[in-house]
């Protein structure tokens, strides 16, 4: 399996402009969440969706930020217009019911720097 | 919420033993995972505990105490390779139907010769 992938892997623009990141989960997987990691807040949930249909969306910070899942195999988190404090490594990660354990599985993550 | 407490950073010797230790408050507690994190990579799954107990898994374990709210991980015969980030995780109930996984800020290991 290629595991959960994730584009661009580097992201930088300017502040204002829109960012679109890009996930496709592990095929088979109805569980898909994305995440910000930044060195003073360490690793936070943004939002998750399950069998498509978001669930919890209360990490997202405001409204300048968005995701969507139109289909099983593909997701994006938009941030429009972006700014400096935007700025972080943003990773999607997968995982599939079971009857115990729920690991997920992350991308390789999105690095974004908004100058 | 969650909170949850880690060290910032270790330090161990290869071949050596170390314990990192996790304290975490929460309400719908629904177990808790160990992730690893090497710089610049994505956090790889390393161990889960819903029961008390140890969880052992090669050269790593994993140690619960619900009523204590208390993990630890520990790693034995230390690598060079172990040396990395290890964020602790609660899995909890959040409301309306939702579980989420919190992480902790995360202890970063350094292995050294």
């Known amino acids: 399996d290629a595991g959960v992938i994730q584009s661009p892997r580097h992201e930088v623009t300017e502040m204002g402009q829109e960012v679109t990141l890009r996930c496709k989960p592990i095929s088979g997987h109805d569980y898909l969440f994305w995440y910000r990691q930044t060195m003073m807040r360490g690793l936070e949930l943004l939002i998750y969706f399950n069998n498509n249909v978001p669930i919890d969306d209360s990490g997202m910070p405001e409204d300048r930020f968005s995701a969507k899942m139109p289909n099983a195999s593909f997701s994006t988190l938009k941030i429009q217009p972006s700014e400096p404090r935007d700025s972080a490594v943003y990773f999607c990660?997968?995982?599939?019911?079971?009857?115990?354990?729920?690991?997920?599985?992350f991308g390789p993550g999105t690095r974004l720097t908004v100058t | 919420g969650q909170n949850i407490d880690q060290p910032t950073e270790m330090t161990a010797t290869e071949g050596a033993i170390v314990q990192i230790n996790c304290t975490y408050q929460?309400?719908?507690?629904?177990?808790l995972f160990w992730y690893q994190q090497h710089a610049g990579e994505a956090p790889t799954f390393l161990s889960y505990?819903?029961?008390?107990g140890l969880e052992e898994k090669g050269r790593f374990s994993s140690f619960l105490s619900r009523s204590k709210g208390y993990s630890y991980l520990l790693l034995k015969e230390l690598q060079m390779k172990d040396s990395a980030s290890y964020l602790c995780?609660?899995?909890?109930?959040?409301?309306?139907?939702?579980?989420?996984?919190?992480f902790g800020k995360g202890t970063k290991l350094s292995v050294i010769p």
């Open positions: 505990n819903v029961l008390d």
């Open positions: 995780a609660v899995h909890a109930y959040s409301g309306a139907g939702s579980y989420q996984l919190t």
């Open positions: 990660a997968s995982s599939r019911t079971s009857g115990s354990v729920n690991e997920q599985y």
């Open positions: 929460t309400s719908g507690f629904n177990g």
